[in-house]
């Protein structure tokens, strides 16, 4: 007689193996359930946690319900590049020179804070009315010569970088351009009893920057030495060249700036957003207020 074989156990069928499925993937067989959620899951799905493992949708769940980071004074903490936001104005502000100084030249009076009233009833640039304050903004992105671009995209670095992080990309944003308007607003209001303006560059933007700079260093405690000679050594420059530099412009950025940098610095945490907004929508109405006050200044 031929010995008996051993019994080879019957192959089972896995809806009859006791294993749960992992629920991402049916047809993989797991012991292993999310540490979360209790759901099985393969090890393609095993995320490792403090605690055993968690399924992916946990996982991306969590970091959806977890709270942004902020920076110190409430905007977002960006995760990338900190100074993004200076890195696509200086660009702008290149290409809009480029185009402006060698490809097509009469671009900066279409861009430029031009009000001209050459005879009465006749008017051009803002002078002509509210369809024409786009030159607000676009006057910031015009310059008349490397020197002017050189040296305003010189101090955007110096100075943009070092508010970008602290105050996140939409408040920096918000304060230069807001600055640079109510600079502009300034240099029309001013201008208009002559009737006659026009200014190009980016130089109230920048001296705003310098004045939340001037903020910021008082806020944290830094000596003041370093941003106060800046400041003096730009506001002699400016008035010592006020034929070529257009001073009613720095001075607005100035005062503009450090207005809105008090406004986001000195902001009480429980309402922060809310004096934050508020301070910028006002230096921005003031700064229209001043345009419309220079319109009614016009001659003719």
Known sequence: MLPEEPVRPTPVDSQESGLPRCHRHPERETGVSCARCGRPICPECMVPASVGFQCPDCVHGAA?????????FGGVLALGDGALVTKVLIGLNLLVFLLTEYVATQWQVKLGLFSWVPRPGLKFGMAAGPQE??????AMFVHGGLLHIATNMFSLWVLGPQLERVLGRVRFLGLYLVAGIAGNALSFLLASAHG????????????GLLGATAVLFKVNRVPMQPVIALLVVNLVLTFSLSSVIDWRAHVGG????????????YAPRAHRNLVQGLTTAAVLAASLALVLIGMARLPG
């Open 64 to 72: 959806e319900r977890q709270p942004r980071q902020r920076t110190t």
């Open 196 to 207: 006659q303006l026009f200014t190009v560059g980016a130089s109230g933007a920048i001296f």
């Open 133 to 138: 304050w786009y030159r607000l903004v676009t």
């Open 254 to 265: 100035l005062v503009a700036g450090t207005v809105i940098g008090a406004g986001m610095m």
